[in-house]
């Protein structure tokens, strides 16, 4: 529909629904991941939580395509205050041998709130108008907001009360990390990297390979998957019911991190079998955008979504193992800068791009479908090389602090 309304290439669109997004996100986010390591994570979250919420909102009243892309910037700052401070704030509370699993709990989380926006959006969108639809799902943010304020004013107090007894209004997360800038050992483990050699780390520079190569086949269909049904196969009515699947998205995270953890009972490096496991729903993906009927189609992008993004939640743990304590909230916010500039950044742009090429080429209706396959093959083979290398060298770069 927005496409529709302000006359939008594909190229547009996805530069509208990912780089937009993706360049501010990622950039703010290593700043957030910066002040995640030095302030109330919780209030971060709070701060966040409300200004995703009007920045949604203000997508509601758009005219231009400016002002959409203006809203998208301002949604990706807001974003990347959370997602640091949240993967931080639950790393320090979990030990290592539950945290694949904690990490896809959030993860599942977030595929619930994914699965509602369709089938709630998607509904009204199709009913009244997207920007009723926008209103709508950003609406809740502002409740959640409200109760998180609460509880980070308690945060607030008891960080207070600690600065108060440590006698100087320094915090210890600050101690530890002018200990670890002056190449005092981060941890006990004598494996645990010296000050910022963390971030030298090849298993951690492995992951992120593999991972923004997931997020590209990821961001990537999430952005085309509904032109497909609308414009392919001119069933529009069966996007807002795409929704369902990403409550099986969710249990499927659940499932991949537990998995992920009973693995390492018998090696960490066995932890990256799961993503290995995800990318058996690239044929789904493909099958899906070459069928000739819109209910395998359908289908088809419903098993892809099932096992292509069930390793979220892993993603997220996984590299808080390569990473002294100190730095948690900026290795995650390194991993989300990363994926959000290939994944978000680069697929949805790449793949519109080729299918605007393609279709000048006079390949028409199959033009965007060959674009989407091009991009998802090419990301898979890149992901399941860089995750068997990681597995070979996990136990010599792990620190599982």
């Known amino acids: 529909m927005i496409r529709e309304v302000f006359e939008l290439s594909q190229f547009q669109l996805g530069l509208l629904y990912g780089t937009a997004f993706s360049v501010v996100y990622a950039v703010s ?20 939580v409300l200004g995703w919420s009007a ?24 974003q990347s205050m959370l997602s640091p401070a949240v993967h931080a704030y639950m790393a320090d509370r979990f030990d290592v041998s539950r945290r694949a699993t904690v990490f896809s709990i959030y993860s599942s989380a977030i595929f619930v709130g994914i699965a509602l926006s369709f ?32 509880v980070a004013r308690t945060s607030f107090d008891v960080e207070r009360e600690s600065w108060q007894e440590d006698g100087g209004g320094v915090s210890d997360v600050v101690d530890i990390q002018a200990d670890v800038e002056s190449g005092v050992e981060a941890s006990a483990d004598s494996n645990a990297p010296l000050g910022p050699t963390w971030i030298t780390n090849p298993s951690l520079w492995l992951h992120l390979v593999g991972f923004s190569a997931m997020a590209m086949i990821g ?37 991949s991190g537990r998995f992920a953890d009973r693995l390492a009972n018998r090696s960490g490096a066995l932890r990256y079998i799961p ?6 729903g690239v044929p789904s993906y493909v099958g899906g955008v070459f069928a000739a009927s819109p209910t395998a189609t359908f289908w088809l992008f419903g098993l892809g979504l099932w096992l292509c993004s ?12 390569y990473v002294p304590d100190s730095v948690r909230g900026q290795a995650s916010a390194l991993y989300l800068f990363v994926i959000s500039m290939v994944g978000l950044g680069i697929g949805p742009a790449l793949a ?28 898979s083979i890149l992901a399941a090389g860089a995750f068997l290398i990681a597995i070979q060298r996990y136990d010599k770069d792990a620190v599982e602090g």
């Open 310 to 321: 069930s390793y979220n939640g892993l993603a997220a743990g996984l590299i808080q193992m």
């Open 29 to 48: 986010g290593l700043a957030m991941g910066w002040l995640a390591d030095r302030w109330s994570r919780v209030g971060l979250i709070t701060i966040g």
């Open 55 to 78: 920045a949604s909102l203000s997508g509601a009243f758009a005219q231009t395509f400016g002002m959409l892309v203006a809203g998208r910037l301002a949604l990706g700052v807001f």
């Open 352 to 379: 519109g791009q080729l299918a605007d090429t393609f279709t000048t080429q006079g390949f028409g209706n199959q033009a965007l479908p060959m674009a989407l396959a091009v991009v998802i093959v090419g990301a």
């Open 119 to 150: 089938l709630i959006g998607g509904s009204v969108a199709q009913w009244l108008d997207w920007r009723w639809a926008m209103a709508i799902v950003a609406a809740p943010g502002f409740v959640i907001a409200l109760g998180l304020w609460r």
């Open 219 to 255: 961001y990537t269909m999430l952005a085309f998957m509904g032109s497909i049904l609308a414009v392919t196969h001119d069933r529009p009515d069966l996007i807002p019911m795409l929704g369902w699947f990403f409550f099986g998205v969710a249990v499927m995270n659940i499932v």
């Open 275 to 280: 993503a290995l496991v995800a990318l058996l």
